[in-house]
T-cell receptor
């Protein structure tokens, strides 16, 4: 069974440029999560989807970050414009549903903003 | 609100020695607790989880953790460290709603030959 797929794995951009990250969850997983992991820290939830609905985006900086999950499968996280402080690893995870289920994590996208 | 504290951002042990990684949590309700491992340039992998059944939980790769309500702790142990155990370990607590996890800051385990 394929795991959570993320692309790109690495991205280097200059500040003020836009960037997008893509996530393909495990087949059949209804719940999808985007996490931000700063260097040397634990992941922090940005947004959670139940199917195509964003049910918790309270930690998403909405002035520059946006996300979508069309058709309740793949998801895209966008930053526009990127700032130096956005340099981090962006992790995507999925679970079967929102019960006490294991979250399966992708390898992440490491973003460097110059 | 839930929170997790991992004491010791770096732990170094010799190969074959006991591994002890500490995790204390704060939760207003009976918690669900998790330990994840992260190898370099990889995502997080679940080691084990506590979901209010047995207080001693066994996980993969020989790891186990004991839930102690009186101490609000969920420390991770392994009797004998292996070189392949070198990684970052994260303790997490699940919120009541929506399977959201709050992670600790992580502990980097180094294993010396």
């Amino acid at each position: 069974e394929a795991g959570v797929v993320q692309s790109p794995r690495y991205k280097i951009i200059e500040k003020k440029q836009p960037v997008a990250f893509w996530c393909n969850p495990i087949s059949g997983h209804n719940t999808l999560y985007w996490y931000l992991q700063n260097l040397g820290q634990g992941p922090e939830l940005l947004i959670r989807y139940e199917n195509e609905e964003a049910v918790d985006d309270s930690q998403l900086p909405k002035d520059r970050f946006s996300a979508e999950r069309l058709k309740g499968v793949d998801s895209t996280l966008k930053i526009q414009p990127a700032e130096l402080g956005d340099s981090a690893v962006y992790l995507c995870a999925s679970s079967l549903d929102a019960g006490v289920r294991e979250q399966f994590f992708g390898p992440g996208t490491r973003l460097t903003v110059l | 609100a839930q929170s997790v504290t991992q004491l010791g951002s770096h732990v170094s042990v010799s190969e074959g020695a006991l591994v002890l990684l500490r995790c204390n949590y704060s939760s207003s309700v009976p918690p669900y607790l998790f330990w994840y491992v992260q190898y370099p340039n990889q995502g997080l992998q679940l080691l084990l989880k506590y979901t209010s059944a047995a207080t001693l939980v066994k996980g993969i790769n020989g790891f186990e953790a004991e839930f102690k309500k009186s101490e609000t702790s969920f420390h991770l142990t392994k009797p004998s460290a292996h070189m392949s155990d070198a990684a970052e370990y994260f303790c997490a607590v699940r919120s009541n709603a929506g399977n959201m996890l709050t992670f600790g800051g992580g502990t980097r385990l180094m294993v010396k030959p």
